[in-house]
């Protein structure tokens, strides 16, 4: 039992909640991996998020290995392994998503779009994406799905721009904060599915979103087996939601990068309507959820690493 939990503590707050996110998961397919909707490409992002995982419990052991420090080549290797233990949760984010992401309506198969539906309607008295049909054209299209497929960008070159400053501290802060939205985000995926009014709202669509080469390219990839209608990630919008948070770290931690990405962000909120991938309260839930995150994940990962602390020094609970 001490063995495990000195792995445990070893684990920084994102890379614990990886590890929890990640047994569910394999548990879920092991269920699952016969059911109508789920891929033999389940199986096989699966494999590479454990090879993933195996690599991450790798870096943390060896660099822990003294016998490296003893030499100039050892040095840049506990380096190297360094930085990769701080890039690798993020891709063990996305690796999670892309595990999970057809197996939520296996899970929960009880969609909640009729609600978030009506909330929109109460709310602007109109459907975002049928209103914004009349703003419809190739170039506008072409740009709604660039400013779109940017969502993964900015929350990675943020705190990419903060470690190769040297600022550290505010690094982690930026980095957890944002793998933590991500998580939340996830569970909400679950506990509140719905696929979006690109589907639910299909038939009273009335142009088709059409582009040119921007638009066919990037539309692929977005859209890789969306048309299987298995993916439920609508509700918090993490694209809406992520990019808030980026904002707020920015305006905090790095004014400059946030004058710089406000246009551009601002233009992937509205492509999120635009292109018909989220409701108007999946925006608003995002939101909340970046404030929240901007508030309490600095206080969080302050407690788990004093935890951390009290068992490298002895203290138990």
């Given amino acids: 039992m001490r063995k495990i939990y000195t792995l445990i503590f070893k684990l920084r707050l994102e890379e614990f909640l990886a590890l929890l996110l990640f047994i569910p998961m394999v548990i879920f397919m092991v269920l699952f991996h016969d059911k109508e909707g789920f891929y033999k490409s389940d199986i096989d992002r699966f494999v590479g998020t454990l090879i993933t995982f195996i690599v991450f419990l790798g870096i943390i052991k060896t660099k822990d290995l003294k016998i490296f420090q003893k030499h100039i080549v050892g040095i840049y290797f506990v380096k190297f392994l360094q930085f990769l233990r701080e890039i690798l949760p993020f891709g063990l984010c996305i690796l999670i998503y892309t595990n999970m992401h057809n ?57 990419a721009i903060l470690y190769f400053k040297g600022d550290y501290k505010n690094f982690r802060t930026v980095l957890a904060g944002t793998i933590l939205t991500f998580y939340v985000g996830y569970i909400g995926y679950v506990i509140f599915p719905a696929v979006g009014p690109k589907f639910t709202l299909s038939h009273l669509f009335s142009v088709h979103l059409d582009g040119g080469i921007i638009t066919d390219k990037i539309s692929h990839i977005i859209n890789y087996e969306i048309s299987e209608y298995t993916r439920r990630d609508c509700f918090p919008s993490l694209h809406n939601g992520v990019t808030m948070l980026t904002l707020l770290f920015s305006f905090k931690y790095l004014r400059w990068f946030f004058y710089i990405v406000l246009p551009f962000a601002i233009s992937l909120f509205i492509a ?14 995002g939101y909340v959820l970046a404030l929240s995150m901007f508030l309490f994940a600095p206080k969080l990962e302050s407690a788990w690493n004093k935890l951390m602390n009290q068992f490298k020094n002895g203290i138990t609970y």
């Fill in 103 to 159: 197996m939520v309506h296996l899970i929960n198969p009880n969609d909640i779009d009729p609600l978030l539906i009506k909330i929109d309607e109460f709310l602007l008295g109109v459907q975002p994406g049928i209103w914004l049909e009349q703003f419809i054209s190739k170039p506008m299209t072409d740009y709604m799905y660039f400013s779109y497929s940017m969502f993964f960008i900015y929350p990675m070159l943020l705190p």
């Fill in 272 to 285: 999120t309507l635009y292109l018909r991938y989220h409701y108007f309260i999946d925006m608003l839930a």
